[in-house]
Nanobody
């Protein structure tokens, strides 16, 4: 079994920054790609960014491109999401996910964390 634990969420003013972390533990077979998704109240879960543990260029949703940066620390089995220039519309629960391939589709990911709340005030 694979466990994903997110941390780093919180309350920040518009224009501020937060860094989310996702620590991966357990049997990591099949977790070649890591993604960050978010879900705002009353809305569907949407893709934010994804990266592979080995190689490849990260992919981003247009809504976060240029403001968010996904990165990884293979030695720590941890993926990060650096969020800069935050906007009120970035307010959501942020989830990390692990799966066999890099994708913007949530159904391509097998394992999910419990989520961390990010609130951006105007």
């Amino acid at each position: 079994q694979v466990q994903l634990v997110e941390s780093g969420g919180g309350l920040v003013q518009a224009g501020g920054s937060l860094r989310l972390s996702c620590a991966v533990s357990g049997r990591t077979y099949g977790t070649y790609a890591m993604g960050w998704f978010r879900q705002a109240p009353g809305k569907e879960r949407e893709f934010a960014a994804a990266i592979r543990w080995v190689g490849s260029t990260p992919v981003y949703a247009d809504s976060v491109k240029g403001r968010f940066t996904i990165s990884k620390d293979n030695a720590k089995n941890t993926v990060y999401l650096q969020m800069d220039s935050l906007k009120p519309e970035d307010t959501a629960v942020y989830y990390c996910a692990a799966g066999p391939i890099i994708s913007a589709a949530s159904n391509r990911y097998t394992y999910w964390g419990q989520g961390t709340q990010v609130t951006v005030s105007s």
